[in-house]
């Protein structure tokens, strides 16, 4: 590959005060349940700022959405007689989530610089909170469950916004020198997509004369979601499940890492499927009451969505150790992912809110992507993922609203001229 330059179309200036508003907006606070400082200022933020508001048209459906998710939570709690606590945080979180992005974006909006400033503010909160209090699973995979992203996110941040002009090839190295440590910390979801999302920016960077299909830009629907959205699967499982039966890759690897993605790989389904076996559960929970939803934290009252869902990692040859039976003692519906969440527990009215989104995320992406620093490609990647096969805690919640906030900032900033489009 050839040393080519990606120049960054606007120098961003460090902002010692909004770099500290970053990092302290990652405080979480416990009041009945898991809020983020930085979803409670920014909420008041919007309310302090409601009379001279200004939201683009997807950020107005996005609230009508919001709206129409939280008001399906709100009556299907009612049918499946949910307890109060439970409600209050299933109906609250699609009103947080969207009202602290929008008080964010706001925020952004308010002048340039606060965006990367916020930014690397937050990243370096997160790596400093997990080398001095790591959580339960940081301390059993330190590097896995956010040492190695917080690293990732702070270069990422850097090479994005700081520097004036960057030089592909080195940020390649370190992409590939990161790819290999998180592959060797058994993390390969964080190994991979880093990666991925470089290598489609390297070379959009590389190809002046790349153009993009407007069945992309333009009148993206459902059935455009599913074209898309099948094969890639396919195609990313097909190369997972063939890497992972690599005795000769394995054999790099420690040998825990390598044990588990060899049985990953060696299940009916692949090795996507492998490590996202809940989703099988999730469909049939959404069927079996796809109007009605099961109510917030969901419960599987009768035991059978958990028995069949172990029943199926037995089937399947996906079962990994006993150790995984405790992630459902609480007897919650299998669901590790954004819209199938939403949609056992509200109905497929809670799953519009992620398919609208979807459907802007790729539209404009498509559209501005030669505009785009790596941040959003990388993000981008990580965020479809995420609606697809990662739950949607507090921590989710969170991040994801300032990931789309910068997001629909950065487009606000090229729309308006103010950072120049290619």
Not at 146 to 155: A, N, P, R, T
Not at 201 to 216: A, C, I, M
Not at 351 to 362: A, K, P, T, V
């Amino acid at each position: 590959m050839n040393a080519i330059s990606y120049k960054v179309q606007t120098k961003f200036d460090f902002n010692l005060a909004v770099f500290f508003l970053g990092s302290i907006s990652s405080i979480k606070l416990s009041l009945g349940g898991e809020f983020f400082f930085g979803e409670l200022f920014f909420i008041l933020y919007l309310l302090l700022k409601a009379r001279h508001l200004r939201f683009t048209n997807i950020e107005k459906r996005l609230f009508f959405f919001a709206l129409l998710w939280a008001s399906a939570q709100f009556f299907s709690d009612i049918l499946n007689k949910t307890e109060l606590i439970a409600s209050i945080k299933g109906v609250g979180a699609p009103i947080v989530f969207v009202f602290s992005m929008l008080g964010l974006v706001t925020y952004f909006r308010k002048k340039l610089n606060n965006l990367p400033s916020f930014l690397l503010g937050f990243f370096f909160f997160k790596l400093i909170q997990v080398l001095l209090i790591p959580g339960e699973y940081a301390q059993l995979n330190l590097w896995k469950w956010g040492l190695g992203s917080s690293i990732l996110m702070l270069f990422i941040v850097y090479t994005s916004f700081f520097r004036k002009s960057n030089y592909l090839t080195p940020v390649l190295i370190v992409i590939i020198l990161f790819f290999l440590t998180s592959l060797f910390f058994n993390a390969r979801t964080m190994a991979f997509f880093p990666l991925l999302a470089f290598l489609f920016f390297y070379y959009v960077n590389l190809d002046k004369k790349l153009s993009v299909p407007t069945f992309f830009k333009k009148n993206i629907n459902l059935s455009k979601l599913i074209i898309i959205a099948i094969p890639l699967l396919l195609i990313v499982n097909f190369f997972f499940t063939e890497l992972f039966s690599s005795e000769a890759f394995l054999s790099l690897l420690p040998e825990l890492a390598a044990e588990k993605y060899r049985m990953q790989a060696s299940g009916s389904y692949g090795a996507l499927l492998g490590g996202r076996t809940e989703l099988f559960v999730s469909l049939k929970a959404f069927f079996d009451s796809p109007i009605i939803g099961h109510g917030s934290w969901a419960r599987d009252t009768s035991g059978i969505y958990i028995s069949q869902y172990f029943q199926l990692l037995y089937k399947f040859g996906y079962l990994q150790n006993e150790a995984k039976l405790f992630d459902y003692e609480l007897g919650l519906i299998p669901v590790h992912s954004y819209i199938m969440g939403a949609m056992v527990w509200s109905g497929i009215l809670g799953g519009l809110f992620w398919i609208y989104l979807l459907r802007e995320l790729i539209r404009t992406f498509f559209s501005y992507m030669r505009s785009l620093p790596y941040y959003y490609y990388y993000g981008m990647l990580g965020l479809v993922w995420s609606i697809f096969f990662s739950p949607f805690g507090a921590s989710a919640r969170w991040g994801t609203a300032v990931f789309l906030a910068s997001y629909f900032a950065y487009l606000s900033f090229l729309n308006k001229g103010i950072i120049k489009r290619k």
